[in-house]
C-alpha cells in the first residue's frame, strides 16, 4: 500500500476511481511515478511502447529535479482534475464496453460506474498523438502542471 501526504492512502485517493496527470503524477504523493498504460496512450497492443515512454519521461523529471536540487516534486490538484476532466470529455477507453460479452476488461458486463471509467481513460486522440503530445510536454522543460521544490 503507498501512502502519501498526510498518510493517505493510494487505495483510498482514489476509491472513486484512479485520477492521475498522464497516467504517471497523483496529487499528494510526492516523488511517487506510476508506469502503465492508463490515462496516457492506452496503447495495451504493444505495452514496451508505453514502458520505454513513461521510462523516458520519469527520466527526464528526474534528471531536472536534481539538476536543480531539489528534493521534491508532485502534481498539481487543478493540473491533475484538468488532466481527467479531458480524458473523460474525449470518451476514449480501453477494454471492452459493457454490452460486450462479459470479462475482465468490462467487469463482466456490470456496470462499475465513474470508477471504472476513470481507470480506463485514455489520451483522447489516441495512442500516437499521446506520444507526440508527451514528448512535447517532456521536451518543453517547464514541466507544466508539476511542482518543483
Known amino acids: ?29 510526492p ?22 515512454d513513461t521510462a523516458n519521461t520519469i527520466a527526464t523529471i528526474v534528471s531536472h529535479v536534481e539538476s536543480i536540487g531539489a528534493d521534491t516534486v508532485e502534481v498539481t490538484a487543478e493540473a491533475e482534475t484538468d488532466w481527467v476532466d479531458m480524458l473523460e ?11 460486450c460479452t462479459p470479462g475482465y476488461y468490462n467487469n463482466e458486463g456490470i456496470d462499475s460506474g465513474r470508477r471504472g471509467i476513470l481507470n480506463t481513460l ?19 522543460g517547464d514541466f507544466e502542471g508539476l511542482t518543483i521544490e
Not at 500500500?1 to 503524477?25: A, C, N, P
Not at 470529455?89 to 454490452?99: P, V
Not at 485514455?122 to 518543453?140: H, S, V
Open 1 to 29: 500500500e503507498v501512502t502519501g501526504r498526510h498518510s493517505q492512502l493510494l487505495s483510498e485517493r482514489w476509491s472513486d476511481g484512479m485520477v492521475t496527470m498522464h497516467g504517471i503524477h497523483v496529487h499528494g504523493f
Open 31 to 52: 516523488n511517487m511515478f506510476l508506469v502503465n498504460p492508463a490515462h496516457g496512450a492506452n496503447l495495451i497492443s504493444n505495452i514496451p511502447s508505453n514502458l520505454s
Open 89 to 99: 470529455k474525449g470518451g476514449r477507453r480501453f477494454g471492452g464496453a459493457a454490452d
Open 122 to 140: 485514455g489520451y483522447p486522440d489516441g495512442p500516437g498523438a499521446f506520444f507526440e503530445y508527451i514528448e512535447q510536454w517532456r521536451n518543453a
